[in-house]
């Protein structure tokens, strides 16, 4: 006999026409309590907009200081309801829009309850805006828990679990902590949403999520798996996101002009943050299985960008092939000018323990710092920089100096253009390290190479040197190099290019065999003035020094096309310049002595 005092009472509270069906009383616990069947609730112009077959309302005695209908609990059961975004972004709720004329009231009256829970429930999602299509959410069960204190602070504490209709077999579960009171001031709120994903694909839900504008510039376009994603918001923005995933088949895009990237497998801990200062991307624990058999375990790092346009990246892993990582460099934010020629060395070979820090923008690097054990080391050579390849050893850089300490077995050296051949090394063991300086007229670099032993079935011997790169004249060199075990058979190795063809097929063709010791090696001046001669090839001290010095012995030489060979020969080698000059010490010529 009260249904319609009551229903002209919620019409009232509401500011919406609202009728009742049937309405059965009693008492829970203190609180008077009222069993509602058939609640029609009507929009501004007067159209039925959501019906409620089953609702339970537990009145609270706060709504006498309240001075409106305050509930302690309000259920509504198997409800139907339909949420569509216009075009122009307008949100109805059951053909309620919820700004504009409208006016939010039953929203808003409802967020004041201390607590209401809608249960089993169907929701339909219509994105107008996306042109996307409908989007049904099934078995939906929504509780938004309010006590008195809380509401004072805006706060709601929300939960809702729901079975959508593509993407997964297994039910969405969302909480969401809250701060807000009207729904119609929606850019106000502010708050952090939780979210649990099992075996879903995630693809599925694009027409619906952009995840571009979450985490751009990285963009999700397929993976399949799990996840547990919590966001931050405020000012109708994403602020950060942290999620635990475990994907499988993903395929991403990470930067705007780059190919996707595919990933047979990707778990870990992701995190990224968006704020005045610039977004930041963290991982931590991350696994990498990508499709061309690249392997990455326990990678931890972050990457920062700024609007000024300033880059960090930092990161450490464990293990790292280098020929697996080629085609994915083009993802990381390297300048353009280092990447071109890093990937022009085609790097190869494992690299341990890694640790790289890197701070620059678009066009440059301003600090560096990378530390890491290596095996199986090796790169193209390129312009002037020597080739190598089955390095072994552990290097210590950064922007300003570094150390690499060689243990390497069965390697190779390329030092194009000036050898005609790569060098073997049987052992290359040794330190190289370098500084840096800023001077008036710009940047030196010194290199200093101690104690670099070499050994193969050459010869074995030890090298000092240091490499000043000022910018003049191509920089200056001072090597010394002392060697023995030599063989001759291999010294075509050794010739450098600059002798000239003419010279070099001799030395090929004529120096058939013989052994070589106390080799000694000088290259002292500035590269550009290399062999250190005058105009009439005359020896310049002034300009620098290149000598080789050798004992040969038991050698075998034809000296030309036609001549007798001489064997058992002893000789001092000599190359100073750009002459040659051998002093025979003994020989036999027709097996007699000749010397």
């Not at 253009?417 to 800023?438: D, M, Y």
Request: charged share 20%.
């Amino acid at each position: 006999q009260y249904k319609d005092k009551i229903a002209t009472f919620a019409s009232s509270a509401a500011k919406q026409k609202v009728e009742i069906g049937n309405i059965k009383a009693n008492w829970q616990g203190f609180n008077p309590h009222l069993t509602i069947a058939n609640i029609d609730i009507y929009d501004v112009e007067n159209r039925p907009a959501l019906t409620l077959n089953n609702t339970d309302i537990a009145f609270s005695w706060l709504s006498i200081p309240l001075m409106e209908p305050h509930l302690a609990d309000l259920t509504i059961r198997a409800p139907e309801l339909t949420i569509r975004r216009d075009a122009s972004g307008n949100i109805f709720i059951a053909g309620i829009n919820t700004q504009g004329q409208s006016k939010p009231d039953l929203p808003n009256w409802l967020l004041r309850q201390n607590k209401f829970e809608i249960q089993n429930a169907k929701l339909i999602w219509l994105d107008e805006m996306r042109n996307a299509p409908a989007l049904s959410l099934d078995k939906l069960n929504l509780q938004v828990v309010s006590p008195t204190w809380k509401s004072l602070l805006k706060n709601h504490r929300i939960t809702l679990s729901a079975l959508p209709s593509v993407g997964t077999n297994n039910p969405i579960h969302i909480s969401a902590d809250v701060y807000g009171n009207d729904v119609s001031r929606i850019a106000e709120w502010h708050g952090s949403v939780d979210a649990q994903l099992k075996e879903a694909d995630l693809a599925a839900f694009k027409p619906w999520l952009d995840y571009a504008s979450l985490t751009h510039p990285m963009d999700l376009h397929a993976g399949v798996g799990s996840a547990n994603v919590k966001l931050q918001f405020a000012n109708q923005q994403v602020q950060s996101m942290s999620s635990s995933v475990s994907l499988n088949n993903v395929k991403m895009q990470i930067r705007t002009h780059a190919e996707p990237v595919l990933l047979n497998q990707l778990a870990g801990d992701i995190g990224w943050k968006n704020n005045k200062t610039g977004q930041k991307i963290n991982v931590e624990h991350l696994t990498l299985e990508a499709s061309n058999g690249l392997s990455l375990k326990e990678v931890s790092g972050n990457f920062t960008d700024t609007p000024q346009g300033n880059r960090s990246l930092n990161f450490k892993l464990a293990s790292l092939d280098l020929t697996k990582i080629k085609p994915y460099l083009v993802q990381l934010p390297i300048p353009a000018e280092p990447l071109q020629k890093l990937t022009s060395l085609s790097p190869t070979g494992q690299l341990d323990n890694l640790v790289l820090r890197w701070d620059g923008n678009k066009s440059e690097t301003k600090t560096y710092q990378i530390s890491t054990q290596f095996r199986g080391l090796g790169i193209t050579a390129h312009e002037k920089i020597p080739g190598f390849s089955n390095l072994t050893g552990e290097i210590d850089a950064n922007q300003n100096s570094g150390k690499i300490a060689l243990k390497s077995a069965k390697a190779l050296l390329e030092f194009k253009e000036i050898l005609r051949w790569p060098i073997p090394a049987n052992k290359l063991e040794g330190v190289i390290s370098w500084n840096i300086t800023e001077k008036s007229t710009g940047k030196e670099t010194k290199i200093q190479a101690s104690n670099i032993a070499i050994s193969n079935p050459h010869l074995s011997g030890n090298i000092n040197a240091t490499y000043l790169m000022d910018g003049k004249k191509g920089g200056l060199l001072d090597i010394k190099g002392k060697f023995g075990n030599g063989n001759a058979k291999f010294a075509p190795f050794y010739y450098p290019t600059m002798l000239g063809k003419p010279t070099l097929h001799w030395l090929d063709t004529s120096i058939l065999s013989g052994r070589a010791e106390d080799i000694n090696l000088i290259v002292k001046g500035r590269l550009a003035d290399f062999p250190f001669v005058d105009k009439q090839n005359n020896l310049d001290a002034k300009l620098g020094l290149f000598r080789v010095t050798a004992k040969v012995s038991n050698s075998t030489l034809e000296y030309g096309l036609g001549w007798p060979l001489i064997e058992g020969l002893g000789l001092d080698l000599l190359f100073e310049g750009k002459r040659m000059e051998l002093n025979a010490n003994t020989c036999l010529l027709y097996t007699s002595r000749c010397v």
